[in-house]
């Protein structure tokens, strides 16, 4: 798994500055599960409304990390 993705999902949902460089240390790291709760966290926080296609992406992560399924289903696309 491209845990990089992590950061493209982040950028392309236009999550604020300290919160993608943020992101970008962790994985420089090797702290992808920080990195992803951290992503997970930052959308919560600012409200963002993800696509279907970047949701499945974050689970499809989540998953892979086996990290808590709590993380991201509050992130679920609102039709």
């Given at each position: 798994m491209?845990?990089?993705?992590?950061?493209?999902?982040?950028?392309?949902?236009?999550?604020?500055h300290n919160d993608?460089?943020?992101i970008r240390e962790y994985l420089?790291?090797?702290?992808w599960g920080i990195a992803f709760e951290q992503?997970?966290?930052a959308i919560e926080?600012?409200?963002?409304?993800?696509t279907e296609d970047d949701y499945a992406l974050?689970?499809?992560?989540g998953n892979i990390?086996?990290?808590d399924k709590k993380l991201w289903r509050c992130l679920k696309h609102k039709k």
């Open positions: 491209d845990f990089n993705k992590i950061l493209v999902i982040a950028k392309r949902n236009n999550l604020p993608i460089e943020t420089e790291h090797r702290e992503l997970c966290s926080d600012e409200e963002i409304v993800i974050i689970e499809e992560i990390m086996n990290m």
